[in-house]
DNA sequence: GCCAACGTTGGC
DNA sequence: GCCAACGTTGGC
């Protein structure tokens, strides 16, 4: 099983939202790093829902629930999506102030490359994040 | 194949 | 609203 993060502005799709919603695909990925980790996940993955911009904080877990097929908001590009759906939602959110404060988690992905939309995230750095947000 | 210009993301 | 980081594009 392997661990995930993946970032969404909560206007334009929130953690909320997918609660309602109780699945949803991630499409709109159009950048080849964060497709090639779309490709990577396997159903029953895990991964942490970020808020960008707004709130920067991971504020609960999704599953993977279909793997990587084509985006179908690309028509005649090499694109991909993922279906996921909501496992759980933090008691209290972790703060990139957070994450950024705890040596545990300073070489995670999402502090090094913080633009990238769709990012590996380790065992041990999965379960220190659940353990705070829990 | 290099690199300058440009566009986008996302934190502050 | 600004700007740093970074990816992409296009001229040479």
């Known amino acids: 099983m392997n661990y995930w993060l993946m970032k ?6 929130s953690f909320d939202q997918l609660l309602k919603d109780k699945k949803t695909l991630w499409d709109g990925v159009r950048n080849f790093q964060a497709r090639n980790n779309l490709r990577a996940m396997r159903k029953g993955d895990q991964a942490f829902f970020y808020h960008s911009n707004e709130g920067k904080e991971i504020v609960g877990i999704v599953e993977i629930v279909k793997e990587a097929y084509p985006d179908p908001t690309a028509k ?3 694109w ?5 759906k909501p496992i759980k939602k933090f008691s209290s959110p972790v703060t990139l102030i957070d994450i950024k404060s705890a040596s545990t988690l300073r070489n995670m992905a999402l502090l090094k490359q913080s633009r990238l939309s769709v990012s590996p995230v380790t065992k041990s750095e999965f379960e220190f994040i659940y353990k705070m947000g829990d």
Not at 8 to 13: A, I, L, Q, T, V
Not at 80 to 84: A, E, G, L, P, Q
Request: glycine share 0%; aromatic share 14%; proline share 7%.
């Open 80 to 84: 991909s999506v993922v279906d996921i």
């Open 76 to 78: 005649d590009e090499d």
């Open 8 to 13: 969404s502005e909560p206007f334009k799709y």
